[in-house]
């Protein structure tokens, strides 16, 4: 099993930048795809972006390709999500989450199995 926390939300005007963190526990981190989520009240967690377990894949939804960039470092058992280009409807509580299976990535929530417990990203504008 795999503990993961988030942290580095905020509040940020439109335009600008932030940095989030996942932190994990537990040697498993290294070996499986990792993935940033997010979720507004009342809606659906909305996938964001997608790592492979080594890094070498990533995968972006539409909404933020070409502003977002995942990147994890497995010697410090860490993934980020570095956000540019910040727009009001970037507003949402932030998840990572761990790929339940030991090959492949997915947009799809139901196929991650370890989720951290949130951390609030809000963009004024």
């Known amino acids: 099993q795999v503990h993961l926390v988030e942290s580095g939300g905020g509040l940020v005007q439109a335009g600008g930048s932030l940095r989030l963190s996942c932190a994990a526990s537990?040697?498993?981190?290294?070996?499986?795809?990792m993935g940033w989520f997010r979720q507004t009240p009342g809606q659906e967690r909305e996938f964001v972006a997608a790592?492979?377990?080594?890094?070498?894949?990533?995968y972006y939804s539409d909404s933020v390709k070409g502003r977002f960039t995942i990147s994890r470092d497995n010697a410090k058992n860490t993934m980020y999500l570095h956000m540019n280009s910040l727009k009001p409807e970037d507003t949402a509580v932030y998840y990572c989450?761990?790929?339940?299976?030991?090959?492949?990535?997915?947009?799809?929530?139901?196929?991650?199995?370890?989720w951290g417990q949130g951390t609030q990203v809000t963009v004024s504008s």
């Open positions: 537990g040697r498993t981190f290294n070996y499986y795809a």
């Open positions: 790592i492979s377990w080594n890094g070498a894949n990533t």
């Open positions: 989450a761990r790929y339940k299976y030991s090959t492949g990535m997915s947009y799809l929530n139901v196929d991650y199995d370890c």
